[in-house]
């Protein structure tokens, strides 16, 4: 019996440390989600803008 008790507290010492580490890469995946939403944001805004784009010529091909 002891040592059933023994295995499961091994198994749930493991599992624990598991459940930290997944914890931590959520986090740091959540981190730069968020970032990516910002910079996506931050890129859609300058699209819709137009302030980069450059002149517009409506000038006929050179064979013409």
């Known amino acids: ?13 493991y599992q624990e440390k ?14 730069r989600l968020d970032a990516l939403a910002r910079e996506l944001a931050e890129l ?8 980069d784009a450059p002149p517009i010529v409506d000038e006929p091909p050179p064979h013409y």
């Open 18 to 31: 598991t459940i930290h580490d997944l914890d931590e890469m959520v986090t740091k995946y959540a981190a």
């Open 44 to 51: 859609r805004a300058r699209f819709d803008s137009g302030s």
């Open 1 to 13: 019996m002891d040592q059933r008790i023994v295995e499961l507290e091994i198994r749930i010492a």
